[in-house]
């Protein structure tokens, strides 16, 4: 923003000052104030006009910089909204409440889509959100989602019947153990997404957010709908932990896969989230809310086929 400043003098009148910042403005004011002049400018109009045009530029610079400062925080704040629901998905997960732990991981994500677009739409781009946002996306999409899968399989195995041999106990709780390389895939990919400078159109590996969603939509399908598949899938330890292991290579994987970033609503350039829309659509209005698991494996699919475009 330019600030002028008009400086009258009973003699000539100077060119306009140009301020671009607080601290041009405030090096002006004291490269122009004479104390010796002071008393005797004041008793003018002239003089009333200048200190009041000054005043009045000085006070819009300051409330325009704090706006300013104001809307940078806009995303960050988001982004520590994402993270407070993954905390609290953590929360509810441990005690084994692991529908309302899915909610707050959906809760997480969608904070995760609009702290990207107000840091778009505000212009508010800063390695501190970049590197917020990673740390929030480790917690609420690989924490919570492998804390999840964990309480699953300990669920499946558990009680342990006392006759149990030994070996049989050791090979289950190396079942339970498999959901550990979930968060620590998450976060490999997101250390490698923060330097990786070709991922701006398109994502290398399934992003961390995708993770998430393909394990909330297991649990919240299994709760919500009458498929007796889904039910078995999340009481089988075994099929848990491919699950886990599957999602987890996925995540650090060199995979092109589509971003779902859309700057038009064109169809050329947009081919691949316009088939991923309708798949996933057809689904939900023919399978309802069981067709949820499907979303990944469409995503994957529409990705593959948005490179024949």
Known sequence: MLITANLTKKTKRPPVQIFKSLPDVLSWL?????????????????????????YLNFALLLNNFTIQQKMRHIPNLITSLNLAAGFIAIIFASTGDLITASWFILAAMIFDFFDGFSARLLKAYSQLGKELDSLADVVSFGVAPALIIYHLIVDSVIPIPPSTPEGQIVVIWIYSL??????????????????????????????????????????????????SLLKSFTGSPVALDIFTIVLSLLMVSRINLLSLKIINLKFKGNEGRYILAGMVIISLVFFGIGAAPLIIPFYIIASFLSILF
Do not use: H, W
Request: aromatic share 6%; charged share 15%; glycine share 2%.
């Open 178 to 227: 498999i959901p550990v390389i979930m968060p620590v895939c998450a976060a490999l990919r997101l250390a490698k997404f923060n330097i990786d400078t070709t991922q701006t159109t398109s994502f290398k590996g399934l992003p961390t957010p995708a993770n998430g969603l393909a394990v909330i939509s297991v649990v919240i399908a299994a709760n919500y709908s009458d498929s």
């Open 30 to 54: 004291l490269s122009q104030i004479k104390v010796s002049d002071l008393k005797e400018d004041c008793k003018s109009a002239p003089a009333f006009a200048i200190f009041s045009e000054i």
